[in-house]
């Protein structure tokens, strides 16, 4: 069974990059059965795609967070990472790392952007 | 762009009876490869969301059979045949990987 579990910061300040990793064990990252994607869910609010990336490196972003949003794969580690430039506010969320479709999720992580 | 619309938003259920979400979406999601990639999920307070149901109407592993997918094209349904106090949460339905719907958030009366 896959398990999937998000690493990185819980604070960052305005203006930064918010950097995250997803950690998956029990299965390969580089097996062809799935994408890999990010989520965000602001504080009570709903669902955000961010973006996905396969194993071969080809990645997929949500057009409004296109611009700031970077995901790369690290297949010997197997694990995958977010970037995200520019944060504000608005970018307080949790950020969860799934398998695309949804059917392995991390446990998620709060990342709230102030100085 | 597609965009996913979900009806009601909200809803409250009597244990053991049925319980019916709605999902619309702005375009048809059937692929080119013959398939729809329209996905429920369900997210219990406090939890990650958990997938109920891909490609319409193929139930996840685990998944309790009182949950059913239908629907074509732009119209979906998710279906609960006896809502039990453990399906309460927030269903969301998801187009394709990308996009989620507002969600409809379910609790027992």
């Known amino acids: 069974q896959l398990q999937l579990q998000e690493s990185g910061p819980g604070l960052v300040k305005p203006s930064e990059t918010l950097s995250l990793t997803c950690t998956v064990s029990?299965?390969?990252?580089?097996?062809?059965?799935?994408?890999w994607g990010w989520i965000r869910q602001p504080p009570g609010k709903g669902l955000e795609w961010i973006g996905s990336?396969?194993?071969?490196?080809?990645?997929y972003y949500n057009p409004s967070l296109k611009s700031r949003v970077t995901i790369s794969v690290d297949t010997s580690k197997n694990q995958f990472s977010l970037k995200l430039s520019s944060v504000t506010a608005a970018d307080t969320a949790v950020y969860y790392c799934a398998t695309n479709p949804g059917a392995y999720w991390g446990q998620g992580t709060l990342v709230t952007v102030s100085s | 762009d597609i965009v996913m619309t979900q009806t009601p938003l909200s809803l409250s259920v009597t244990p053991g009876q049925p319980a019916s979400i709605s999902c619309k979406s702005s375009q048809s999601l059937l692929h080119s490869d013959g398939k729809t990639y329209l996905y429920w999920y369900l997210q219990k307070p406090g939890q990650s969301p958990q997938l109920l149901i891909y490609?319409?109407?193929s139930r996840f592993s685990g998944v309790p059979d009182r949950f059913s997918g239908s629907g074509s094209g732009t119209d979906f349904t998710l279906k609960i045949s006896r809502v039990e106090a453990e399906d309460v949460g927030v269903y969301y339905c998801m187009q394709g990987i990308h996009l989620f719907g507002p969600g409809t958030k379910v609790d027992i009366k």
């Open positions: 490609e319409v109407s």
């Open positions: 990336i396969y194993y071969s490196g080809s990645t």
């Open positions: 029990g299965g390969s990252i580089s097996s062809s059965s799935y994408y």
